[in-house]
């Protein structure tokens, strides 16, 4: 077995066996990233600050004082602040931001041991459903020529599934880890809304923004959403709630286990093949004992609509930070104040992030505000409230991630509407602010598909479970694109 | 509900968001589609519903008033545009 | 015609805590520009607010000293505009839900007694500074401000004169500083003022336009401000004409006021909940630690005034309106164990005198409370005399030495030995048979002349009850 395709548990149990050293771990990975760079799956390789790491990291595994994840690999979403080394976003705003300070999660890593490669590409600000929207250009599928890896978080999932690192970081405001985990045939995990500290984590929609784990398997994400979770004191909507141990009940029986499908989620929209892939799926679950429940949330149809006003509204505030004057781009000469604003910002941002601050400024601005924003945020409330009203007879719900497999580059860039309701399944998540995972299950002419299971809030341990003993019975996770074994 | 590329530029200046004339028509085509998008909202009656600004509803929680972030000027102006003397330059404010 | 004139004011107190609202920077007036501002002052990318809770006590304290309702639940909202001096394109604030609600405060104006609604009082975030000075063209940002807490104190439009709003304004820059929230400093920005202002025809129900004059940090200047703005309302209506309304500047050079229409620009401040914050729960804890908190209030204060010292009104007014001067009032009764209306006769008059000679205020009193109780303890025991007093108040207020070692150094012990005063008077009255005659023969008035003498003659140290008992003995023969 060659190391690169190892699971992050695999790669640990070498590393504290001295099958290998750290540095050596990392130069393979360095190594791959540079082949394959055409994936563009990184906007920033960190070659030197990895290997000085991996030698401290040597140093602890030496002297028996590593922790699981010391001398591992890994690299982050370029969302998150990383002190040092330039945090774009996937913008031209910040292709000349070098970050002060570390976002919280990139802390946690680093105290874990983890070896940072670099920052990986991404939907400019996050928006975006197919790694298009960046300044970078379009991060590749390793599944299939010319095919979107999904987004925002395209570079982590096209990364992690040609294993040119072991696990990353992503972000999740509209289904971004969930989908691009589904179009790359990996597992993404995005926890409860507050369970990862958003602190350096640069903000879209700050209430439906949630970091979260993309690994090969379940068992690798219980690790790193480990690593990552927990209260945090700098961001006020953290959760103070205590952070189970997510190994420990990856092995539990799903005897009895309460399964939702919401019908709303099989009606018209979905693709035959998706949907006999899910079922497919649902009866792996039947085997193990599962009880299937057929549950109804009216209101999911509107999480679309909601979720373009909300998000929309909170990055039209949340960007306008981003003015030229204190860091990121600033236009030459301008001429007053409002040319510095408008010209940097008009030169900073691209199309999509435009569109969404105008929409976002409109349905906040007098006259519109009740009508869009404070409606959207009912709806939210509707949303939430079918939800929880499945959750109290089920376990976890389950579904598809996205109604087809990874379409191609170019193939929706041309209508924004198009790629809005492609995020269908996803969405209506983080209106609510639970807890979701897209599991590998399946294939539809070679692309990979994704399996959804959302949990009750900060059931992140029970969704890993469910996961988990799926993995044990199938291997679509271990699946691995032409040319990337 | 359809903008014309007036409002567009409104909004557009009220966003201090610079769109190169030549994009208006198409921004404004987005941005009708966009409203017509969430136009389905209005299909639900949301009467006694609360509206819910977080995902769900706990407390703020609130810091101790104790001092620990230092002078970090230096570090944070090394990646400003313009700046001097310790301060960041705009051009000139008119009051 | 009649007008009446409409005032409403909008108080901006920066709250006295020891960091910003959302960040954990320092709150020190006077810093080298942006040192004091940390990532989250500077709005940089990927930062969160964290909420101060002693900005929230403070904000409780107030709202419970005038007696308003405390909002069970507080949301914050962000107000979007773009500004240098403003780093994340919006002010962190209050809309929908502020922490204080409706509440009320009395002032006093020629003695009659007014209550003024407060609308509301709400938590907020201040900007930081542009300096527009040199920089060849181009305008300086100093952040160092930025995220200083702000508590905005809404007025209902309850003032009818300048008077009034000068008044409300002074009750309440007293009650922050009685509170211990604000230190009130006008010169530095930590107590600042917009006036709204507008004209009704006398009787008339219905409020006229208004302007608001913005940032004014003086009573003075609200005082001038508002004669100002009234005539010209006034000439524009009696013209004929209408008020815009707007956003007006007060130039206390020229003393008038000019609008700011091209800064304004049809503001739209699309105000929302802010997202990165959750909804502020006030526990009844809270309140009731801010409640066992709360100091004795100015009112309360001067009627215990009243009662436990048998102060006159005015002056135990006088002494409460502030609460160090009341506070030093207090430790002098106890420590002298001299009658209340001495001391406060000394404090009122003397020390405030002095103190306002040298525009000192009583925390920078170059007398504590201790040494002046020692003074007063030495008119009570007749070691010296209220005339010498003054003067060794005097020297007390240039040295550091004690009232004791004065009077000592400079010989200024009274004169209490009969025998030295007889024999002071005896000399007088030989040299002085003309006046003596004169007494006799039932000019009384001419008393005085012997008393004066016998003062003189010892300096003013003698015992002035002594030297009447001696003078009057001798004077019968």
Same mark, same amino acid.
């Given at each position: 077995?060659?190391?690169?395709?190892?699971?992050?548990?695999?790669?640990?149990?070498?590393?504290?066996?001295?099958?290998?050293?750290?540095?050596?771990?990392?130069?393979?990975?360095?190594?791959?990233?540079?082949?394959?760079?055409?994936?563009?799956?990184?906007?920033?390789?960190?070659?030197?600050?990895?290997?000085?790491?991996?030698?401290?990291?040597?140093?602890?595994?030496?002297?028996?004082?590593?922790?699981?994840?010391?001398?591992?690999?890994?690299?982050?979403?370029?969302?998150?602040?990383?002190?040092?080394?330039?945090?774009?976003?996937?913008?031209?705003?910040?292709?000349?931001?070098?970050?002060?300070?570390?976002?919280?999660?990139?802390?946690?890593?680093?105290?874990?041991?983890?070896?940072?490669?670099?920052?990986?590409?991404?939907?400019?600000?996050?928006?975006?459903?197919?790694?298009?929207?960046?300044?970078?250009?379009?991060?590749?599928?390793?599944?299939?020529?010319?095919?979107?890896?999904?987004?925002?978080?395209?570079?982590?999932?096209?990364?992690?599934?040609?294993?040119?690192?072991?696990?990353?970081?992503?972000?999740?405001?509209?289904?971004?880890?969930?989908?691009?985990?589904?179009?790359?045939?990996?597992?993404?995990?995005?926890?409860?809304?507050?369970?990862?500290?958003?602190?350096?984590?640069?903000?879209?929609?700050?209430?439906?923004?949630?970091?979260?784990?993309?690994?090969?398997?379940?068992?690798?994400?219980?690790?790193?959403?480990?690593?990552?979770?927990?209260?945090?004191?700098?961001?006020?909507?953290?959760?103070?709630?205590?952070?189970?141990?997510?190994?420990?009940?990856?092995?539990?029986?799903?005897?009895?286990?309460?399964?939702?499908?919401?019908?709303?989620?099989?009606?018209?929209?979905?693709?035959?093949?998706?949907?006999?892939?899910?079922?497919?799926?649902?009866?792996?679950?039947?085997?193990?004992?599962?009880?299937?429940?057929?549950?109804?949330?009216?209101?999911?149809?509107?999480?679309?609509?909601?979720?373009?006003?909300?998000?929309?509204?909170?990055?039209?505030?949340?960007?306008?930070?981003?003015?030229?004057?204190?860091?990121?781009?600033?236009?030459?000469?301008?001429?007053?104040?409002?040319?510095?604003?408008?010209?940097?910002?008009?030169?900073?941002?691209?199309?999509?992030?435009?569109?969404?601050?105008?929409?976002?400024?409109?349905?906040?601005?007098?006259?519109?505000?009740?009508?869009?924003?404070?409606?959207?945020?009912?709806?939210?409330?509707?949303?939430?409230?079918?939800?929880?009203?499945?959750?109290?007879?089920?376990?976890?719900?389950?579904?598809?991630?996205?109604?087809?497999?990874?379409?191609?580059?170019?193939?929706?860039?041309?209508?924004?509407?198009?790629?809005?309701?492609?995020?269908?399944?996803?969405?209506?998540?983080?209106?609510?602010?639970?807890?979701?995972?897209?599991?590998?299950?399946?294939?539809?002419?070679?692309?990979?598909?994704?399996?959804?299971?959302?949990?009750?809030?900060?059931?992140?341990?029970?969704?890993?479970?469910?996961?988990?003993?799926?993995?044990?019975?199938?291997?679509?996770?271990?699946?691995?694109?032409?040319?990337?074994? | 509900?359809?903008?014309?590329?007036?409002?567009?530029?409104?909004?557009?200046?009220?966003?201090?968001?610079?769109?190169?004339?030549?994009?208006?028509?198409?921004?404004?085509?987005?941005?009708?589609?966009?409203?017509?998008?969430?136009?389905?909202?209005?299909?639900?009656?949301?009467?006694?519903?609360?509206?819910?600004?977080?995902?769900?509803?706990?407390?703020?929680?609130?810091?101790?008033?104790?001092?620990?972030?230092?002078?970090?000027?230096?570090?944070?102006?090394?990646?400003?545009?313009?700046?001097?003397?310790?301060?960041?330059?705009?051009?000139?404010?008119?009051? | 015609?009649?007008?009446?004139?409409?005032?409403?004011?909008?108080?901006?107190?920066?709250?006295?805590?020891?960091?910003?609202?959302?960040?954990?920077?320092?709150?020190?007036?006077?810093?080298?520009?942006?040192?004091?501002?940390?990532?989250?002052?500077?709005?940089?990318?990927?930062?969160?607010?964290?909420?101060?809770?002693?900005?929230?006590?403070?904000?409780?304290?107030?709202?419970?000293?005038?007696?308003?309702?405390?909002? *069970?639940?507080?949301?914050?909202?962000?107000?979007?505009?773009?500004?240098?001096?403003?780093?994340?394109?919006?002010?962190?604030?209050?809309?929908?839900?502020?922490?204080?609600?409706?509440?009320?405060?009395?002032?006093?104006?020629?003695?009659?007694?007014?209550?003024?609604?407060?609308?509301?009082?709400?938590?907020?975030?201040?900007?930081?500074?542009?300096?527009?000075?040199?920089?060849?063209?181009?305008?300086?940002?100093?952040?160092?401000?930025?995220?200083?807490?702000? &508590?905005?104190?809404?007025?209902?439009?309850?003032?009818?004169?300048?008077?009034?709003?000068?008044?409300?304004?002074?009750?309440?820059?007293? &009650?922050?500083?009685?509170?211990?929230?604000?230190?009130?400093?006008?010169?530095?920005?930590?107590?600042?003022?917009?006036?709204?202002?507008?004209?009704?025809?006398?009787?008339?129900?219905?409020?006229?336009?208004?302007?608001?004059?913005?940032?004014?940090?003086?009573?003075?200047?609200?005082?001038?401000?508002?004669?100002?703005?009234?005539?010209?309302?006034?000439?524009?209506?009696?013209?004929?004409?209408?008020?815009?309304?707007?956003?007006?500047?007060? *130039?206390?050079?020229?003393?008038?006021?000019?609008?700011?229409?091209?800064?304004?620009?049809?503001?739209?401040?699309?105000?929302?909940?802010?997202? *990165?914050?959750?909804?502020?729960?006030?526990?009844?804890?809270?309140?009731?630690?801010?409640?066992?908190?709360?100091?004795?209030?100015?009112?309360?204060?001067?009627?215990?005034?009243?009662?436990?010292?048998?102060?006159?009104?005015?002056?135990?007014?006088?002494?409460?309106?502030?609460?160090?001067?009341?506070?030093?009032?207090?430790?002098?009764?106890?420590?002298?164990?001299?009658?209340?209306?001495?001391?406060?006769?000394?404090?009122?008059?003397?020390?405030?005198?002095?103190?306002?000679?040298?525009?000192?205020?009583?925390?920078?009193?170059?007398?504590?409370?201790?040494? &002046?109780?020692?003074?007063?303890?030495?008119?009570?025991?007749?070691?010296?005399?209220?005339?010498?007093?003054?003067?060794?108040?005097?020297?007390?207020?240039?040295?550091? *030495?004690?009232?004791?070692?004065?009077?000592?150094?400079?010989?200024?012990?009274?004169?209490?030995?009969?025998?030295?005063?007889?024999?002071?008077?005896?000399?007088?009255?030989?040299?002085?048979?003309?006046?003596?005659?004169?007494?006799?023969?039932?000019?009384?008035?001419?008393?005085?002349?012997?008393?004066?003498?016998?003062?003189?003659?010892?300096?003013?140290?003698?015992?002035?009850?002594?030297?009447?008992?001696?003078?009057?003995?001798? &004077?019968?023969?």
């Amino acid at each position: 077995m060659t190391i690169h395709t190892k699971t992050l548990k695999q790669l640990s149990q070498d590393l504290q066996a001295g099958e290998y050293s750290s540095q050596e771990l990392t130069q393979v990975y360095l190594t791959r990233i540079q082949q394959h760079s055409a994936l563009n799956s990184f906007i920033s390789v960190t070659e030197t600050q990895a290997i000085a790491s991996a030698k401290q990291a040597d140093a602890l595994l030496t002297a028996g004082n590593a922790s699981l994840l010391t001398g591992i690999p890994m690299a982050h979403k370029d969302i998150f602040c990383t002190q040092g080394v330039k945090t774009s976003c996937g913008s031209k705003m910040l292709d000349n931001f070098i970050a002060p300070y570390n976002a919280t999660v990139v802390d946690k890593f680093n105290a874990a041991g983890m070896i940072s490669l670099g920052k990986l590409n991404m939907d400019e600000f996050a928006m975006g459903s197919s790694n298009e929207t960046s300044f970078y250009g379009p991060a590749y599928n390793p599944w299939a020529d010319n095919t979107v890896p999904g987004g925002s978080s395209g570079g982590s999932a096209a990364a992690v599934a040609a294993r040119l690192i072991p696990a990353a970081t992503g972000t999740d405001t509209g289904g971004s880890i969930r989908q691009p985990a589904a179009f790359c045939g990996i597992t993404g995990l995005k926890p409860t809304y507050g369970r990862v500290s958003r602190y350096g984590m640069i903000a879209y929609a700050s209430s439906l923004d949630q970091g979260g784990p993309m690994a090969q398997t379940a068992e690798d994400a219980a690790l790193m959403l480990q690593t990552m979770a927990g209260f945090d004191a700098k961001d006020s909507t953290s959760s103070e709630q205590a952070v189970p141990d997510y190994s420990a009940s990856l092995n539990d029986s799903l005897k009895g286990l309460k399964i939702g499908l919401p019908k709303e989620f099989f009606d018209e929209g979905l693709n035959n093949e998706m949907a006999a892939a899910i079922e497919t799926a649902v009866n792996e679950y039947k085997k193990m004992g599962a009880e299937i429940i057929e549950v109804s949330m009216p209101n999911l149809k509107l999480a679309t609509a909601a979720y373009y006003v909300i998000a929309p509204a909170e990055c039209s505030a949340n960007l306008q930070r981003m003015d030229g004057v204190r860091f990121g781009h600033r236009c030459d000469n301008p001429e007053d104040l409002n040319d510095l604003y408008i010209r940097s910002r008009g030169e900073g941002f691209g199309p999509e992030v435009k569109r969404r601050i105008l929409v976002g400024t409109y349905a906040l601005s007098a006259g519109y505000y009740d009508a869009y924003y404070i409606k959207a945020q009912k709806i939210r409330r509707l949303i939430t409230e079918d939800f929880t009203k499945a959750l109290e007879t089920v376990d976890v719900i389950m579904g598809p991630v996205t109604p087809t497999p990874a379409f191609d580059i170019g193939e929706k860039t041309a209508d924004p509407i198009e790629m809005y309701l492609a995020d269908i399944y996803t969405i209506a998540v983080n209106l609510a602010g639970l807890p979701a995972m897209s599991v590998p299950a399946g294939f539809i002419d070679n692309k990979p598909v994704g399996l959804q299971i959302i949990g009750n809030y900060f059931a992140e341990a029970k969704l890993l479970n469910v996961a988990h003993q799926y993995q044990q019975v199938t291997n679509w996770h271990q699946q691995m694109p032409q040319g990337f074994e | 509900m359809s903008l014309t590329t007036d409002d567009v530029n409104k909004i557009a200046y009220l966003a201090r968001l610079g769109i190169n004339a030549q994009d208006t028509e198409s921004y404004t085509a987005n941005l009708s589609n966009m409203l017509n998008l969430v136009a389905e909202m209005s299909s639900v009656n949301t009467d006694n519903v609360a509206p819910m600004a977080h995902p769900f509803d706990t407390t703020q929680r609130l810091r101790p008033d104790q001092i620990t972030e230092g002078n970090q000027r230096d570090n944070f102006q090394a990646i400003a545009p313009q700046v001097e003397e310790g301060l960041y330059l705009v051009p000139k404010v008119l009051d | 015609m009649q007008w009446e004139t409409v005032i409403g004011l909008e108080i901006h107190a920066q709250l006295s805590t020891k960091t910003k609202i959302f960040s954990a920077a320092s709150t020190a007036y006077g810093a080298e520009p942006n040192t004091q501002a940390c990532a989250v002052d500077l709005g940089l990318p990927g930062v969160l607010p964290v909420l101060n809770q002693e900005a929230v006590r403070m904000a409780v304290k107030f709202g419970m000293a005038i007696e308003a309702e405390i909002a *069970d639940y507080s949301v914050f909202a962000r107000k979007n505009y773009f500004y240098p001096d403003l780093p994340k394109g919006y002010q962190i604030s209050q809309m929908d839900h502020p922490i204080v609600g409706v509440g009320h405060l009395d002032i006093e104006v020629e003695g009659q007694t007014k209550r003024i609604g407060v609308t509301r009082a709400h938590l907020e975030e201040d900007a930081g500074k542009s300096l527009h000075e040199s920089f060849h063209g181009s305008t300086g940002v100093d952040l160092n401000r930025a995220g200083t807490p702000l &508590l905005e104190i809404v007025s209902e439009p309850d003032m009818r004169s300048a008077k009034e709003a000068v008044a409300y304004m002074r009750k309440i820059h007293e &009650l922050v500083q009685y509170l211990d929230i604000s230190d009130g400093n006008m010169q530095e920005g930590s107590f600042r003022c917009d006036v709204n202002i507008s004209l009704r025809p006398k009787g008339q129900e219905e409020y006229g336009t208004r302007a608001e004059l913005k940032n004014i940090n003086s009573f003075k200047f609200v005082e001038k401000a508002i004669y100002t703005e009234v005539e010209r309302q006034k000439e524009i209506l009696e013209a004929g004409g209408s008020i815009t309304q707007e956003t007006r500047l007060y *130039d206390a050079d020229k003393d008038e006021t000019r609008s700011m229409r091209s800064k304004e620009e049809a503001n739209d401040y699309r105000y929302f909940p802010d997202p *990165d914050l959750l909804p502020v729960f006030i526990s009844p804890e809270l309140r009731a630690q801010v409640k066992a908190d709360l100091p004795e209030l100015p009112e309360a204060k001067k009627q215990r005034f009243v009662t436990d010292y048998k102060l006159e009104a005015e002056t135990a007014n006088n002494l409460a309106s502030s609460r160090p001067l009341a506070d030093y009032f207090e430790a002098l009764v106890k420590s002298s164990g001299c009658a209340a209306k001495i001391c406060s006769n000394w404090v009122c008059v003397e020390l405030s005198g002095a103190l306002n000679k040298q525009n000192l205020s009583i925390s920078q009193s170059p007398i504590d409370s201790d040494r &002046l109780a020692q003074l007063l303890q030495r008119i009570a025991d007749n070691t010296i005399s209220g005339k010498i007093a003054k003067q060794v108040f005097e020297a007390m207020w240039s040295s550091q *030495d004690s009232a004791d070692t004065i009077i000592e150094a400079q010989g200024l012990k009274q004169i209490t030995d009969s025998g030295a005063i007889e024999a002071i008077i005896d000399k007088i009255i030989a040299n002085n048979p003309g006046q003596v005659e004169q007494y006799l023969s039932g000019k009384d008035k001419v008393f005085g002349f012997f008393v004066g003498q016998t003062m003189k003659a010892s300096q003013g140290k003698a015992n002035p009850g002594e030297v009447n008992k001696i003078l009057q003995d001798k &004077l019968r023969l």
